[in-house]
Structures are given as C-alpha cells and as structure tokens.
C-alpha cells in the first residue's frame, strides 16, 4: 500500500473513531439529562413546597454526583459500593462545601431510592464527619487553598470599575461589553451602602423608570429615586424585602447611563452574546472576566469574603456588623463563620 494511502486510511480511521466517541458522549448526556429530570419530578412529588430554585440547584448537583461517579442514573446509588462513591467524591477535587451538598442529594435520593439502611447509615456518618471539619474550618476562618490563589485587597478590586470605564471612553470597538462590565464592577465595588451581593441577585433582575410592577421579581428602579428593590433572593423569608437607596451621582448610575445605550430590554442586565438575560453559570463567567484585569479568578462569593474581611480588619462593633450583613442578606454569624477570613 502506498504511503499516502495508509496515511489517509489512518487519518478516516482516527475521524471515524472521534465522530463515534462524540456520539457516545451526547447519548450518554441526553440520557443522564432525562434521568436527572426524572429523579427531580420524584423529590418534588416528595418535596412539593421545594422552590423551583432549589429543584435547579438540585438538578445542577444531580449532574454533578452522576458525572464525578461517570454514571448516568442515580440507580448506581444502589449497585455501587458507598465506599467507592465517597472515595470518588474525595479524589475530584470537591471542596468540603461541595462533598457535604452532594452527601445532602444522595440522602435525599436515598428516601426514594431502595438503598440499603447500612449503606445510608454509612453515607449520614461520612455526611456528619464531613460537616465537622468544614465547621472547624470555618470557625479557624482560614482561606482555603483556592482563596489563598485568588485573594486581592479591596483597594484593587474598587480600581476596576474605573478601569473598565476608561476601557469604554476610549476605543470604539466592544462599546456594549465594556459598558456592562463596567455597571457589573459598579454594582460590586461601589461602596459600603450597597456592598456585594450573591450574583443570582442580579441575573434576572428587571429595569424600570417608574416603580417595581411586583413583590416577586428583583427591580432596578432608575426614576427620580434610584432604587434597588430585592423581592427575590435566598434569605427573603428570614429577611424580608429589601430596598437600597442608590446614589444619583454614583458610579453605577453614570455606568447605567452608557449601557443602557446598547441595551433597552425589560431586564437590567443581558448575555452579550443572545441579549437575553444571563443564566448562572454564564454570569459566573463574566463576573470572573470583569474581575480578570487582578489576574485572579474573582467569584461573588470571593468577592463577599473579601469585602467583610476587610471590613471586620478594624475589629467594628456588633451593631456596625449587622448593619452590614442586613445589607448583605445574612446573619452576622454567617458573616463570622463563613465569609470573615484571616
């Protein structure tokens, strides 16, 4: 056989097994997707007063418990050895949060699932062994390895907003994305009065002239008031609704005003790439790219540990305390454990 043949033999050869894999793959993630929607349809049966919220977080756990096992049916559960899942959920890299949410998932699933009581006995102690040193940890309030990696001062993290403004006054191109990274800086780093708030907050937060149409979504109200108007958000039923007073000469108002220019949707924010409001792991993304110009990988959540660390730095009183963690939507003891890092 010619050499050029072989090569060319060789190179189908490769290109058919690549298309074969591909195909494994999708099949493998419609079959997981339907199964996952399955097992959500049987906790919410189970479950009826669960938020469609909490189902989401629920299905995005169900993915994440099936791909780390690379199983495609919660039914594993059954067959597989409860040392071995542990031992899977251990060796991916899950931080300790994550471990003990997906230890939630498989004792939710084991009250539907026909899984053996030693097994789930097994599951509750590593669950409970697994909240133990995440508390000590979070009491110690030590940075983990990745906040160590990523962690900046605030000082830096309030220079971004200009940045991106600068970004937006002085070249031509990528107007629109410019103009919502610098709203985004703004709506994180603008000051005390409206410190960082988890990033859900804002991914389907609507925009209005006039006043808030309803006490279920969360509204930006650019009338003669500026107002941040919170109906929807995971401490409401423990909180209650929250309005923040916005300042009329304030870097997210200026940061408003240009990109509003590119978008004149409904919503205050929307994905650049299908001017439809942002999904949660699409924000994500872009929250990180806002915050890329630190050259660290900067979340909402890294952002809230950040700014309250900083704030506790000149050890504030109690009553300062839970001024801000009212306006960050949770307890001063959250704030102590979870958030406040040395």
Do not use: C
Request: charged fraction near 30%; aromatic fraction near 10%.
């Amino acid at each position: 056989m010619f050499p050029r043949v072989k090569k060319k033999l060789i190179q189908k050869k490769i290109m058919l097994k690549k298309r074969k894999d591909l195909k494994k793959k999708i099949i493998y993630y419609i079959k997981m997707d339907k199964t996952i929607q399955q097992w959500v349809e049987k906790i919410k049966q189970t479950r009826p007063s669960l938020t469609e919220s909490t189902l989401k977080t629920y299905r995005t756990r169900l993915k994440k418990l099936l791909t780390v096992n690379e199983a495609k049916d919660p039914n594993f559960l059954i067959t597989t050895k409860a040392e071995k899942v542990i031992k899977n959920l251990r060796e991916n890299g899950l931080s300790q949060s994550m471990i003990g949410n997906l230890l939630t998932v498989i004792l939710v699933l084991g009250g539907i699932l026909d899984i053996d009581k030693d097994k789930i006995d097994f599951y509750k102690k590593e669950k409970l062994k697994n909240q133990v040193k995440y508390i000590t940890r979070q009491q110690d309030q030590e940075k983990n390895v990745k906040e160590n990696e990523n962690w900046v001062s605030v000082a830096e993290l309030k220079r971004i907003p200009n940045y991106w403004k600068r970004q937006f006054e002085k070249t031509t191109q990528n107007k629109k994305i410019n103009s919502l990274k610098w709203l985004v800086a703004a709506l994180y780093m603008t000051g005390n009065y409206l410190p960082p708030e988890r990033g859900n907050i804002y991914i389907k937060m609507k925009y209005t002239k006039t006043q808030a149409q309803n006490e279920i979504d969360n509204y930006f109200v650019n009338g003669p008031e500026k107002l941040l108007v919170l109906n929807n958000f995971k401490t409401i039923k423990s909180l209650g609704k929250k309005v923040f007073r916005i300042r009329k000469n304030s870097k997210i108002i200026q940061a408003l005003k240009a990109y509003r220019n590119y978008n004149q949707t409904e919503w205050l924010l929307i994905n650049p790439k299908n001017n439809k409001p942002f999904t949660s792991a699409r924000f994500t993304e872009f929250l990180q790219s806002v915050f890329e110009p630190t050259g660290k990988t900067i979340s909402s959540l890294l952002l809230r540990k950040i700014f309250i660390s900083n704030f506790y730095k000149n050890d504030k009183k109690m009553k300062e305390r839970k001024q801000l963690a009212n306006k960050m939507l949770h307890s001063t003891n959250v704030a102590q454990t979870v958030y406040e890092k040395k």
